[in-house]
């Protein structure tokens, strides 16, 4: 390795470590604070609008990511050039690093609501900067060169070799690492403060209202509080995406692909609509189901205006995390409450269920139809894409079974003799509940009294008075939907598209 060529690497070292050290300020200082963000925002907000255009088509929704990485890769080459000339010229490599901290400071002062805080990531960056170059010109100087300068074999040659590469190497990994939990710490920040700051939108409609005696005493919430509703998702960490810089892009088999930002989807027209979601992997009598109100907007306007063309049987959508599920076209578009939700129960969404917004599509499993973090919609062919679950060994397509659960008394209670409350939920989205039944050990199925609901989209509470008679007693329940289907006694596992059975729990009177 020639001289200047460690000497190159030594200023973008340095570099990297004043953008990490930055990076981790501006979760303090403010995400718009750190150099790299602050420079690209000036550019951004000065470019003429034809360069704008060109990198909106060429890079898509990943325009600000090529910014910012064109940021850097231009700021690593000027750092390779101050590291050159360091070796020969120190004082024109401190005037380089101060111009660097300059830089950033005054961009991060015109950035819209900026204080005096925001020149410290880039002045701290910089500051740092100095005597990382300094740490490792030096180290790079010790070093005898691989060219005709020494001897390049001689153990002591390859030895300092190995530990300016390992110094090199630890400033570049302390640098990312810095960095990359700066940018995590900012967004979480970005995304929460958003949300607390969001005012979710008006209806044009008045919101629907809940029947009174939808709720029957022994059953669980007829609406689930957010902090009780069931979380199923493949995140590692919820993805943390701020509305700002949030889109919504429909393309693929389509005559007029759109994109859509934040505003654009808040200036939409919004409806509230109950819907309850229920996870495929439910076990019969399980509690990966729950019904909220969600506000949003029908995302069959949005498809219409895309204008799927013929044969673009399924709809792909994508979230921000890279997951994905396939909805038919047909589904989203024959006139059900599917929505683009922003809101759950008069809240904006909880970050864990897809702030800032999801999809809910009455009658669906929730891997089928419900992605959270949305950020695409690609129309496409179900025969030429399987999404995330398909190849695992799940139904491409799911829609929820016909099912009913007893919630009173639990599985294992004790009751005294007597009138005894059995009750419990029933569900067959989109179809609608007809009539739910209860059976005692194997006496006759007796028809429980039904609750009213919200809509067929959503579950129904069911209620039965139990002559309760001494001893050990099986409680079974079967619901019976709108079709006319009664749900099977066939045991089935949830894989590949829903469990299948009747709910029994086993009671002791004394
Ligand atoms: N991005 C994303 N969206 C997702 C999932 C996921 O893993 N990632 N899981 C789906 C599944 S399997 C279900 S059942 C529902 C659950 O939604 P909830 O966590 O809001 O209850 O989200 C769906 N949306
Ligand atoms: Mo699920």
């Known amino acids: ?39 690209g925002g000036v550019v951004v907000d000065h470019v003429p609008a034809a360069v704008k255009d060109f990198g909106v088509a060429v890079f898509g929704v990943h325009d600000k990511t090529a910014l910012l990485s064109g940021t850097a890769i231009l700021l690593g080459l000027y750092a390779y050039g101050l590291g050159v000339l360091a070796r020969r010229r120190w004082p024109v490599a401190i005037g380089g690093i101060v111009l660097f901290g300059v830089v950033g400071a005054v961009a991060a002062l015109t950035r819209p609501g900026a204080g005096p805080g925001a020149v410290v990531p880039s002045l701290a960056g910089a500051a740092l900067a100095v005597p990382v170059l300094r740490h490792l010109l030096r180290l790079a100087d010790e070093t005898p060169s691989g060219t005709s300068e020494s001897r390049p074999d001689s153990s002591y040659a390859v030895e300092s070799r190995r530990r300016f590469v390992r110094q090199l190497g630890i400033v570049a990994a302390v640098a990312a ?16 403060s958003a949300r607390d ?5 008006a209806t044009s409609e008045p919101p629907p209202v809940v029947p009174a005696g939808a709720q029957v005493e022994g059953a669980v919430p007829y609406v689930t509080p ?22 919504l892009r429909i393309h693929g088999m389509v005559r007029n692909p759109i994109t859509i930002t934040w505003d654009e989807l808040l200036k939409r027209p919004m409806v509230e609509r109950y819907v309850t979601l229920a996870c495929v992997s439910n076990e019969v009598g399980g509690d990966l189901i729950g019904n909220a109100r969600w506000l949003g907007t029908p995302i069959k306007a949005l498809l219409d205006e895309a204008d799927p063309l013929p044969g673009a049987d399924q709809a792909v959508q994508r979230s921000v995390d890279g997951w994905t599920c396939g909805t038919p076209t047909a589904v989203l578009r024959d006139g059900r409450d599917a929505l683009l939700a922003i809101g759950m129960n008069g809240e904006p969404l909880p970050v864990g269920h897809g ?25 496409t062919r179900f025969a030429d894409f399987d ?54 050990d194997d006496g006759p199925w007796e028809v429980s ?48 598209d829903g469990a299948t059975g009747w709910h029994e729990v086993t009671v002791s009177v004394g």
């Not at 659960?405 to 007597?418: H, L, N, Q, V, Y």
């Not at 709108?482 to 066939?490: I, K, V």
Request: one cysteine or more; aromatic letters at 10%; charged letters at 20%.
């Open 1 to 39: 390795m020639r001289k200047s060529f460690r000497a190159g690497f030594s200023g973008v070292a340095a570099a990297a470590a004043a953008l990490g050290m930055a990076e981790l300020l501006a979760v303090f200082a403010g995400a718009r604070s750190a150099p790299l963000v602050a420079v």
């Open 387 to 440: 999404a995330y679950w398909v190849p695992r060994g799940w139904a491409a397509q799911a829609p929820i079974k016909t099912q009913s659960r007893i919630d009173t008394p639990r599985d294992g209670a004790s009751r005294k003799s007597g009138q005894v409350v059995v009750a419990g939920v029933a569900w067959a989205q989109h179809r609608g509940i007809a009539k739910v039944e209860v059976q005692v």
């Open 197 to 201: 700051e969001l005012r979710l939108p």
């Open 449 to 496: 009294s039904l609750a009213p609901a919200v809509s067929d989209d959503t579950w129904r509470q069911w209620s039965h008075s139990w002559a309760a008679e001494p001893g050990e007693h099986v409680l079974r329940v079967r619901a019976t939907d709108l079709d006319g289907y009664t749900q099977t006694s066939e045991p089935a596992d949830p894989a590949p």
């Open 177 to 192: 690492g810095g960095g990359l939990a700066g940018r995590w710490l900012t967004a979480r920040g970005a995304a929460t």
């Open 226 to 247: 957010n902090s009780d509703f069931y979380r199923i998702d493949t995140a590692l960490v919820s993805p943390l995406v701020d509305p700002a810089s949030w889109t």
């Open 355 to 379: 702030f800032p917004a999801r999809m809910i599509v009455p009658g669906l499993y929730g891997y089928v139809s419900a992605c959270k973090w949305i950020t695409e919609i690609e129309l």
